[in-house]
């Protein structure tokens, strides 16, 4: 089946430790996103990419860094640099222009 | 960006339809309207998504106003599994395909 793929969904890490959340699409996706969202929030994009090789920060960037090395795969690393972590994290991929994005199951993170 | 602004929390009874507004006052031409609902601990799931005509899906009906400052997403028999966050998204071409979320509104199916 076609979608996208998180693991794991649920990740325990103690605070100063760097952390690094996956996601895998094997929808033939160009683009691929992550957000943020805490409770009783909506999302708020951390990075994104549209092609391999390449990526943008989103609006909170600080504190997260990223890879593009393959055109399924976008993971996502929480440094130690991020202040307040513990947060649910959702990837999505989708083709370049104005059509939807497909959400991936989400990443619940706790740092203690 | 455009901004988009929606109720916090609305509520329908089962079986009845649910109008869900959004305004966009400051929506640009090339803005398309997306709309998206997301369940408690799920990602979010596209919905439905139009630019200028009114739109219909297996899911939901778009009815987008004529000056495009507000929209409405139409579930025409609402159940219990339509309880969720519906996000209503503008999006412009050329922007890196980001989308930016508001905090929504709660929909409540009363059985």
């Known amino acids: 089946d076609g979608g996208i793929t998180q693991s794991p969904k649920y990740l325990f890490r103690k605070e100063g430790q760097n952390v690094t959340l996956s996601c895998e699409q094997n929808l033939n996706h160009d683009a691929m996103y992550w957000y943020r969202q805490d409770p009783g929030q909506g999302l708020r994009l951390i990075y994104y990419s549209q092609i391999v090789n390449d990526f943008q920060k989103g609006d909170i960037a600080e504190g997260y860094s990223v890879s593009r090395e393959k055109k399924e795969s976008f993971p996502l690393t929480v440094t130690s640099a991020q202040k307040n972590p513990t947060a649910f994290y959702l990837c999505a991929s989708g083709k370049a222009g104005v059509g939807e994005q497909y959400f991936g199951p989400g990443t619940r993170l706790t740092v203690t | 960006d455009a901004k988009t602004t929606q109720p916090n929390s609305m509520e329908s009874n089962e079986e009845e339809p649910v109008h869900l507004p959004c305004n966009h006052s400051t929506i640009s031409g090339t803005d398309y309207i997306h709309w998206y609902r997301q369940l408690p601990s799920q990602g979010p799931e596209y919905v439905i998504h139009?630019?200028?005509s009114n739109v219909n899906n297996r899911m939901a009906s778009l009815a987008i106003a004529e000056d495009r400052k507000s929209s409405t997403l139409i579930l025409h028999r609402a159940t219990l599994r339509d309880a969720a966050v519906y996000y209503c998204?503008?999006?412009?071409?050329?922007?890196?395909?980001?989308?930016?979320f508001g905090t929504g509104t709660s929909l409540t199916v009363i059985p």
């Open positions: 139009g630019l200028t």
């Open positions: 998204i503008l999006r412009a071409p050329g922007t890196g395909n980001q989308f930016y």
